[in-house]
């Protein structure tokens, strides 16, 4: 089955800086990778998706990348804000023994973003 | 309507309790999951119906049973729990679990169980 490994598991910046979330996936036949944004006590947020047929798409200050070559893919976060504080995570999307799509979770990055 | 609604928020029950959770989706998803949270950790998936028929069971306890009344609704029983089983339950749904162009999946606000 798919395993998705991501790092880091914490990473702290000060405002205003970047912040990059990498993760690797191991089946080649993952089609769909999006990234969720869970607050504290709060749901999992979809807040951007990429598609295999797709190198790059931002949405405002998130980006993702896909490198579908190397089987990883990255999110960006430019003039973080102290509201983006919150543990992220990457899921992959592959084909399952049943023919359905289930998504594989990284194991999450908590980010800090320090005032 | 985007939602998907999860009732209780909370639930205290005993080990000899039988209680259930409820999700509701009103996006016309025909996919619809059970995942388990437990603190620090990412949701681990349990069960997914797709078209109201049961479609994936990740080696669930039996303790743990799942039901979709129609196409909105899911629920998932709980009866004979223990202490470990204590964590958020989310559900979720997405358009459609075997159309891979449909896979976005959105999540509920999650009841969090604890077993006393």
Same mark, same amino acid.
């Given at each position: 089955?798919?395993? #998705? @490994? ?8 000060? @405002?205003?800086?970047?912040?990059? &979330? ?5 089946? /080649? =036949? ?6 969720? *944004?869970? @607050? ?6 979809? &807040? &951007?998706?990429?598609?295999?047929? #797709?190198?790059? *798409?931002?949405?405002?200050?998130? =980006? ?14 430019? @003039?973080?804000?102290?509201?983006? /504080? ?30 | 309507?985007? %939602? ?25 998803? $025909? ?31 039996? $303790? ?22 204590? !964590?958020?339950?989310?559900? !979720? ?10 896979? %976005? !999946? ?5 009841? $969090?169980?604890?077993?006393?």
């Amino acid at each position: 089955g798919e395993n #998705v @490994e991501q790092h880091p598991s914490t990473l702290s910046v000060q @405002e205003g800086d970047s912040a990059v &979330i990498k993760c690797t996936y191991s089946d /080649s =036949a993952s089609n769909y990778f999006p990234w969720y *944004k869970q @607050e504290l006590g709060k749901r999992p947020q979809l &807040i &951007i998706d990429i598609r295999s047929n #797709v190198g790059e *798409k931002k949405d405002q200050r998130i =980006a993702v990348t896909l490198n579908k070559t190397a089987k990883h893919f990255s999110l960006h976060i430019t @003039e973080t804000q102290p509201e983006d /504080s919150a543990v992220y995570f990457c899921a992959a999307s592959s084909p399952s023994r049943g023919a359905g799509n289930m998504l594989t979770f990284g194991g999450g990055t908590r980010l800090m973003v320090k005032p | 309507d985007t %939602e998907v609604t999860q009732t209780p928020k909370h639930l205290v029950m005993g080990m000899t309790n039988k209680k259930s959770l409820k999700c509701e989706q009103h996006m016309g998803h $025909r996919a619809m999951y059970w995942y388990k949270q437990k603190a620090k950790k990412p949701p681990e998936l349990m069960f997914v119906y797709s078209y109201e028929k049961l479609s994936i069971n990740e080696s669930v306890p039996s $303790r743990f049973s799942p039901e979709c009344p129609n196409s909105s609704l899911l629920n998932l029983h709980l009866h004979a729990l223990q202490p470990e089983d204590s !964590a958020l339950y989310l559900c !979720a749904s997405s358009q459609d679990f075997y159309d891979a162009r449909n896979t %976005e !999946a959105f999540f509920g606000q999650g009841t $969090r169980l604890t077993v006393v």
